[in-house]
Structure formats: C-alpha cells, structure tokens
C-alpha cells in the first residue's frame, strides 16, 4: 500500500526566503506526482503535475522535482510572499488514477 | 475548476438520516473521485468511478454507496450517518489522457450531530 509522507508539517518562514517542501512515498512504481495548494476553508488547487517520465516541473516560482528511485518529490518556492501562505499538498498516482495524499505541509510566510 | 460543482455545500442532519452529496461536472471525463478530508487523516479516497454505472470501492468506503447513471454525475450516498462521517467531501475528475491531472470541486461540510 502506497504512503505519502510530508515533512515538515509546518512551516514559517519571513517573506523574500526561498524555500523546499518535501514529499516521500514508498512504492516508487508511481504513475506520476501532483502538487496542489489548499486555501484555509477552500477546495485544492492544483499547481504542478509531474509525469512519470519526467524529472521536474516550473510554473512561475513554483519548481518541482521527482526522484522516483529514492521515492522523493519536492517543491521550490522562490521568493516566497505572504500570499503562498497556504497548506501544500503532494498526492501519489496509482493504477487507475487514484491518488494517494500526504498529510500536508501548512506554511506561513510572514511580511 | 474544471466545471465541477458539489451540492450541497453546507449540511448539518442528525445520526441515523440519509444523505445524498450531488458532484456534477460539464466536460464528460470518464474518472469521478470521492474524498473525505478529516484532520490528523489528510484526504482519503472513498469510493470513484470509472464510467457510467460501473463504480469501485476506495480505502474509506464502510458506511458509504455510490451511484453514477449519467456521465456528469456521481452521487454518494450516507445511508445511515454517523458522527464519524462528520467531515468535509471532495469530489474529483481525472481529466485525460492528454493533462492527465486530477481537478478537485469546492467540498461540502457535512456535519452529523
């Protein structure tokens, strides 16, 4: 049975800071890594996809990358603002396209 | 958003009620997804479907049914609630093959009291 882990579960840091959002899972026979972002109250956002083929993803200041031999994901903030503050999800794929969630890691970016 | 909508959005019933949660989407993708995300649990898969009247069991399905009889619904249904069922529901679509990337609708709060 596919487990995600993210590490930290928490995590603040002053605005301007680049960051590194960790993600491990323990079958590497994945299909492939979804990052999303969940807003306090909201629905999930979905920011990056990487495919099993592929090894990293770039949206804006967003850049994720997947290890799948050592069953790591993570996810670059550059330049972080107060507005990423939010809870940051990573989600394993499996057959049939169902997705396996870590627990979160929920970020502050303070001014 | 992917046209996916949840109705209701907010309900409070009392244990021992049915309930039924509507997931209703416009772009005819074939995967629907039910989740539950509870606190100190994350989000778990419920149950999904995998076309019209063929649906499947996920890790969390006890105490839960599903049904799809058109493409753009997948209804979930509490047939007897419980506190424990007390949670907030998501519902997904898988949209394929070419995005390959799964689209999450607003929720619904269900409280069971």
């Known amino acids: 049975k596919q487990e995600v882990t993210q590490i930290p579960a928490a995590l603040s840091v002053p605005e301007g800071e680049n960051l590194v959002l960790n993600c491990s899972f323990t079958?590497?026979?994945?299909?492939?890594l979804q990052w999303f972002r969940q807003d306090p109250g909201k629905g999930l956002t979905s920011l990056l996809l990487?495919?099993?083929?592929?090894r990293e993803q770039t949206s804006g200041r967003l850049n994720a990358s997947l290890d799948k031999s050592s069953g790591r994901s993570t996810l670059y903030i550059a330049a972080s603002q107060p507005g990423d503050s939010a809870t940051y999800l990573c989600a394993a794929y499996n057959a049939g396209n169902m997705l396996t969630f870590g627990g979160g890691t929920r970020l502050m970016v303070k001014p | 958003d992917a046209g996916i909508t949840q109705s209701p959005r907010h309900k409070v019933t009392e244990t021992g009620t049915p309930v039924t949660l509507r997931c209703h989407q416009t772009?005819?993708?074939?995967?629907m997804y039910w989740y539950r995300q509870d606190p100190g649990h994350g989000l778990r898969l419920i149950h999904y479907?995998?076309?019209?009247?063929?649906?499947d069991k996920g890790e969390v399905s006890d105490g839960y049914s599903v049904s799809r009889s058109k493409t753009e619904d997948f209804l979930l249904t509490l047939e007897s609630a419980t506190s424990s069922q007390t949670s907030v529901y998501f519902c997904a679509i898988h949209a394929g093959p070419v995005e390959d990337t799964q689209y999450f609708g607003p929720g619904t709060r269900l409280t069971v009291l």
């Open positions: 990487i495919q099993s083929s592929q």
């Open positions: 772009e005819n993708h074939r995967y």
């Open positions: 079958d590497s026979a994945i299909y492939n």
């Open positions: 479907s995998y076309g019209v009247k063929d649906t």
